[in-house]
């Protein structure tokens, strides 16, 4: 390997501890015979020192008390319920996928509300959904994917 | 740090305030540090570390133990301190230095003090404030937290090769600091 290669993998996977056994072995091998490269990872190791040394830093005293006032106050509502859960997904969509969404959501109301009592397990499944509606907002298909069913119809 | 108990954050997430406490005692230090590290200072630090906690508390409910709450209370963390800063840097202008003095009182570890502490902390925010808080983030990330890059990606929701390309770029600059600057310590 070239210097300019092992100094990428030095500032990065080696100094990381994330390369297999075998190339650490090459670079290694390499640090012993180029003063060059040997000077780099020192260099970085001196760094990553000193910012793996720095103190972890307490919040103040004050911090949980505002925290637990503002919800004890009621500003700060659980969004355990499947409604709050449903208005914050559909603001995030993009509008194209606006209404398909929001069908989408109250099919899954329709069909879930029946037999899912926990909210969990129902907020696990709406996650889930939402990822695979990210998957199509991320071009990967959606609502003009070449299917030639409207996206609505896929799921009523 | 351990994950906490799937119990504790389903008391949690039904309104238990008491479980709610247990859950920001585990996970104060390590918010706030986060916090702290990518906006510079204690003010915006705290006010990133509360958005987190109302954050976590609004959507614990959602949480769905797909990823590990670790992660995820990382992720809402970085957020946070990430939007903080950008907004504070539009307010103020491109540069917006990082504190220069240490606060008295909580924020050195008790075991570890003195002028040679002071130091290295000065040494550690010059480092941090010069880079762009993209690699600010993944740098704190990693060395302060000791994340993997599976890790990092998970939490800043960007690829591997994107996570080693910004600590590259990050150590290569402070390596250049430290350079003309006659040494990092
Ligand atoms: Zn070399």
């Known amino acids: 390997m070239r210097c300019k290669k092992i100094r990428e993998l030095i500032l990065t996977d080696h100094i990381d501890g994330e390369l297999s056994g075998d190339i650490s072995e090459k670079i290694e091998k390499h640090l012993a015979s180029c003063p060059g490269c040997r000077k780099v990872k020192e260099e970085a190791m001196d760094i990553a020192a000193s910012l793996r040394s720095s103190a972890r830093i307490d919040p103040p005293e004050t911090l949980w008390k505002g925290i637990k006032e503002a919800i004890e106050e009621g500003r700060i509502p659980h969004e355990n319920d499947l409604l709050s859960g449903i208005r914050d997904f559909l603001v995030v969509r993009r509008p194209v996928l606006v209404s398909a969404a929001a069908a989408f959501a109250i099919a899954a109301v329709v069909l879930l509300k029946s037999y899912v009592y926990d909210p969990l397990v129902l907020n696990t499944y709406m996650e889930q959904q939402m990822d695979f509606l990210d998957y199509l907002d991320n071009g990967n298909g959606g609502a003009d994917g070449d299917t030639g069913i409207p996206f609505e119809d896929l799921f009523l | ?185």
Not at chain 2, 63 to 71: E, P
Not at chain 2, 78 to 94: D, V
Not at chain 2, 96 to 113: A, L, N, Q, V, W
Not at chain 2, 150 to 176: C, F, G, H, M, P
């Open chain 2, 1 to 185: 740090m351990n994950d906490i108990s799937r119990t504790l954050i389903i008391r949690a997430a039904e309104g238990d305030m008491g479980a709610f406490e247990e859950i920001y005692t585990a996970y104060a230090s390590y918010v706030y540090t986060i916090a702290f590290r990518i906006t510079g200072n204690r003010e915006d630090a705290d006010e990133a570390a509360q958005d987190v906690f109302l954050n976590v508390y609004r959507k614990l409910a959602g949480f769905g133990f797909r990823s590990s709450f670790k992660t995820w209370i990382y992720r809402i963390t970085s957020n946070a301190a990430i939007t903080i800063y950008r907004k504070r840097s539009k307010e103020k202008g491109r540069n917006i230095s990082f504190d220069e003095t240490i606060d008295s009182g909580h924020s050195i570890e008790p075991d570890i003090g003195g002028i040679d502490r002071q130091h290295d902390e000065k040494t550690v925010r010059g480092f941090l404030w010069r880079l762009p808080e993209d690699q600010r983030a993944c740098l704190v990330l990693r060395e302060i937290e000791g994340l993997k890059y599976e890790e990092i990606a998970q939490v800043l929701k960007i690829k591997i090769n994107t996570v080693r390309s910004r600590l590259k770029r990050a150590r290569e600059k402070l390596i250049a600091i430290a350079g003309s600057e006659g040494g990092a310590r």
